[in-house]
């Protein structure tokens, strides 16, 4: 296995870095504060794109540094999920740089999905323009009224009637809902009560748009509403939607979930240490740069060990996520799961710690919007979360491990037995 970046993923990463530098570190504050201003407070009925971002995502395009994740050279970069990687990296150190690039979350997971699964038809309504950037679009998974955790808990409803579907019921944790941009949502509920657990679900197309579809409010994560974006909480009532809606056919919805979010976890985890990047170098900054009791605040209490060890997370981070993304391109996600779930609870664990180091560095600048550390902050605990918790995903990595054993434990009793 080698983690070389190829000529072309090199080729890209060189352009990335030289946009990074020259457009998006200069505009980093000045994007702060446009949000700030535009953007607060609960009623996102008044939220609106950041313009400095929207000038951005303008350049990107012009440059070719667009849709950089998708594996299809016609409509994306044409690089693997391995190839990918260390681009999601880089877009990680700044928290919105991802969509200059159209590479954010949840819409690189729904353009993935209808790529992979969608119709002509669904294609050319709904990802045609995802891929070019003139909508949002999101994904209504969570329920407030079940342990999420178990996916197979869900409860909103899928139902035939004639040549609709009628869906019912409350998701929330909804990324991106307030966007005023946010067109339409990829739906998950309970189609087929009596299917085994994981065919008893599909997924939907709906446009937001569509009588009964409720969005009741925007949930603050540590008190911040994440604007333009936010995370809501929406209602189906009697939606109604053609059939021509469904995604690949009823019963297929953990399907296309273990599809969408294989990839999209590696773009997670990367963009985690991408940002584990940033908090590292702020630290540095800060500990360079300030005094107290006569000596440099990184010579005091143990700070260069933290720091050290906090090269040590980010770097054995990289090495799983990387390997992890090797493992989907030459296996497949299926035989990869165990390598997901690790990286999914290593990288944003490490992501917290050095935040966390880096908010006591900067004291009470840590904690305010004056530094970007509270809003990393704020990430790394969610992603904690967000695909699944920590626990979900160490059972997964568990439950692989002693499928191991026992196949070792049986193959030694056979050959003991033969012999």
Same mark, same amino acid.
């Given at each position: 296995?080698?983690?070389?970046?190829?000529?072309?993923?090199?080729?890209?990463?060189?352009?990335?870095?030289?946009?990074?530098?020259?457009?998006?570190?200069?505009?980093?504050?000045?994007?702060?504060?446009?949000?700030?201003?535009?953007?607060?407070?609960?009623?996102?009925?008044?939220?609106?794109?950041?313009?400095?971002?929207?000038?951005?995502?303008?350049?990107?395009?012009?440059?070719?540094?667009?849709?950089?994740?998708?594996?299809?050279?016609?409509?994306?970069?044409?690089?693997?999920?391995?190839?990918?990687?260390?681009?999601?990296?880089?877009?990680?150190?700044?928290?919105?740089?991802?969509?200059?690039?159209?590479?954010?979350?949840?819409?690189?997971?729904?353009?993935?999905?209808?790529?992979?699964?969608?119709?002509?038809?669904?294609?050319?309504?709904?990802?045609?323009?995802?891929?070019? /950037?003139?909508? +949002?679009?999101?994904? $209504? #998974?969570?329920?407030? @009224?079940? %342990?999420? &955790?178990?996916?197979?808990?869900?409860?909103?409803?899928?139902?035939?009637?004639?040549?609709?579907?009628?869906?019912?019921?409350?998701?929330?944790?909804?990324?991106?809902?307030?966007?005023?941009?946010?067109?339409?949502?990829?739906?998950?509920?309970?189609?087929?009560?009596?299917?085994?657990?994981?065919?008893?679900?599909?997924?939907?197309?709906?446009?937001?748009?569509?009588?009964?579809?409720?969005?009741?409010?925007?949930?603050?994560?540590?008190?911040?509403?994440?604007?333009?974006?936010?995370?809501?909480?929406?209602?189906?009532?009697?939606?109604?939607?053609?059939?021509?809606?469904?995604?690949?056919?009823?019963?297929?919805?953990?399907?296309?979930?273990?599809?969408?979010? /294989?990839?999209? +976890?590696?773009?997670? $985890? #990367?963009?985690?240490? @991408?940002? %584990?990047? &940033?908090?590292?170098?702020?630290?540095?900054?800060?500990?360079?740069?300030?005094?107290?009791?006569?000596?440099?605040?990184?010579?005091?209490?143990?700070?260069?060990?933290?720091?050290?060890?906090?090269?040590?997370?980010?770097?054995?981070?990289?090495?799983?996520?990387?390997?992890?993304?090797?493992?989907?391109?030459?296996?497949?996600?299926?035989?990869?799961?165990?390598?997901?779930?690790?990286?999914?609870?290593?990288?944003?664990?490490?992501?917290?710690?050095?935040?966390?180091?880096?908010?006591?560095?900067?004291?009470?600048?840590?904690?305010?919007?004056?530094?970007?550390?509270?809003?990393?902050?704020?990430?790394?605990?969610?992603?904690?979360?967000?695909?699944?918790?920590?626990?979900?995903?160490?059972?997964?990595?568990?439950?692989?491990?002693?499928?191991?054993?026992?196949?070792?434990?049986?193959?030694?009793?056979?050959?003991?037995?033969?012999?």
């Amino acid at each position: 296995m080698d983690f070389t970046p190829s000529l072309k993923a090199q080729d890209y990463l060189e352009r990335l870095r030289s946009f990074l530098g020259t457009h998006i570190a200069p505009a980093a504050e000045q994007v702060r504060q446009q949000n700030c201003s535009l953007n607060h407070g609960r009623d996102w009925t008044s939220w609106q794109p950041v313009p400095l971002v929207e000038t951005l995502k303008a350049k990107a395009r012009e440059r070719g540094l667009w849709n950089l994740f998708l594996p299809d050279p016609n409509m994306g970069a044409g690089l693997s999920t391995l190839e990918y990687a260390p681009l999601a990296e880089l877009m990680g150190g700044y928290e919105f740089a991802a969509e200059v690039f159209n590479c954010n979350a949840p819409d690189t997971g729904n353009m993935e999905v209808l790529y992979h699964f969608g119709t002509e038809w669904q294609k050319e309504t709904w990802l045609r323009p995802l891929l070019d /950037g003139a909508i +949002r679009s999101v994904f $209504c #998974m969570t329920e407030p @009224g079940v %342990a999420s &955790s178990d996916a197979t808990n869900m409860r909103a409803t899928i139902d035939e009637d004639g040549d609709s579907l009628v869906l019912n019921g409350r998701k929330w944790w909804t990324t991106g809902i307030g966007h005023p941009n946010a067109r339409f949502a990829i739906f998950m509920g309970l189609s087929d009560p009596d299917a085994p657990p994981h065919s008893r679900h599909s997924m939907v197309i709906v446009p937001l748009d569509t009588p009964g579809v409720r969005i009741l409010r925007m949930l603050p994560v540590h008190g911040e509403y994440d604007a333009p974006y936010g995370h809501g909480e929406v209602t189906f009532e009697n939606v109604r939607v053609p059939k021509s809606h469904l995604i690949l056919g009823r019963g297929m919805g953990f399907q296309i979930a273990q599809g969408r979010l /294989g990839p999209g +976890r590696i773009h997670h $985890c #990367m963009r985690a240490i @991408g940002a %584990a990047e &940033s908090a590292l170098k702020l630290s540095i900054e800060r500990g360079l740069s300030r005094q107290a009791f006569g000596k440099r605040l990184l010579d005091l209490g143990g700070n260069q060990e933290r720091l050290a060890r906090a090269r040590m997370a980010i770097d054995q981070a990289r090495l799983l996520t990387l390997y992890a993304a090797w493992k989907i391109d030459t296996a497949g996600v299926r035989h990869a799961m165990s390598e997901i779930s690790s990286i999914k609870v290593v990288a944003p664990n490490v992501l917290q710690q050095v935040v966390d180091m880096a908010i006591q560095l900067h004291g009470g600048a840590g904690v305010s919007d004056d530094t970007p550390l509270a809003g990393l902050h704020a990430m790394a605990r969610s992603l904690r979360l967000a695909d699944g918790p920590d626990e979900v995903h160490c059972a997964m990595v568990a439950r692989t491990e002693l499928r191991k054993y026992s196949a070792l434990r049986q193959n030694q009793e056979s050959s003991h037995g033969t012999s």
